[in-house]
């Protein structure tokens, strides 16, 4: 359902949608019928396929109703049939939001101009929080992104810095049922200021860091999001103070998709 639901953005990205399983076809056209779901369903039956290419659950028992499902996840394949990305899941149960699948596991530009969103600037830094969604459903994962831009010239420190210094941190916070994940850092450049010995890891101009989130919760019409992000600011020849900063949304609460009988 949640393909079905962005199958625009993922065309709109160059991305042809479709899905396999272990289920029957006969259930796969019953499916694709209650839901509207109109891209292909490929059925493997008796999970052929799955175990071939090596997406076989390992975790469900053999003797647990389930048993043949794959990992849940994407795969991104180009047009000369080789695989270019991949997002997988470890639990079953869970599935990752339209915008996260292609931000975050297909690299590909999507539009999240409507999705929950909070910023703030503070002197020559911007600071913002993107959900990858329009809303987080029960056992369901997206994707925070939090951006710091910064002033031409300047620059943050990254995870690792010398004693003294101040490393760029993102800690976010939210209710019992939200589950979140470590923060994901790109890469640092390295860097010297003039006159002093240590070498910094720093990132340049800006940085996007990524934070999974998975709900458990079941009610309630928004999660409640606290951002806080710690970070010091240098140019060419000094560090500044060190700042914190603070950002709140509300990601709204989706509703699970299920199948609408007609």
Do not use: W
Request: proline share 7%.
């Amino acid at each position: 359902m949640e393909l079905q639901n962005h199958k625009a953005e993922f065309e709109a990205a160059g991305i042809s949608v479709f899905a396999i399983s272990y289920d029957p076809v006969k259930a796969q056209s019953r499916f694709a019928e209650e839901s509207g779901i109109d891209y292909p369903l490929l059925a493997d039956e008796g999970s052929a396929v799955i175990k071939e290419i090596g997406l076989l659950n390992t975790l469900v028992k053999e003797d647990e109703p389930v048993y043949g499902i794959p990992f849940p996840g994407s795969y991104l394949v180009g047009e000369d049939g080789l695989v270019e990305e991949k997002f997988f899941h470890r639990e079953y149960q869970v599935r990752a939001t339209g915008a996260t699948v292609l931000r975050s596991g297909f690299r590909a530009a999507v539009d999240l101009s409507a999705s929950p969103h909070a910023e703030l600037t503070d002197g020559d830094a911007k600071l913002a929080a993107t959900f990858g969604g329009d809303g987080l459903a029960f056992m369901q994962h997206g994707d925070l992104y939090v951006r710091i831009e910064l002033a031409e010239g300047l620059h943050v420190n990254g995870p690792d810095v010398p004693e003294g210094y101040f490393a760029t941190e993102v800690r976010v916070t939210g209710p019992d049922g939200l589950r979140i994940g470590e923060p994901e850092f790109p890469p640092t450049a390295p860097f010297r200021i003039e006159g002093l010995d240590e070498q910094f890891q720093v990132f340049e101009g800006g940085v996007e860091v990524v934070v999974p989130l998975i709900s458990a919760l079941r009610e309630g019409e928004s999660v409640p999001v606290e951002v806080e992000v710690q970070y010091q600011a240098c140019n060419d020849r000094e560090c500044f103070l060190p700042k914190t900063d603070r950002l709140q949304l509300d990601v709204p609460v989706a509703a699970l998709n299920m199948p609408q009988r007609r």
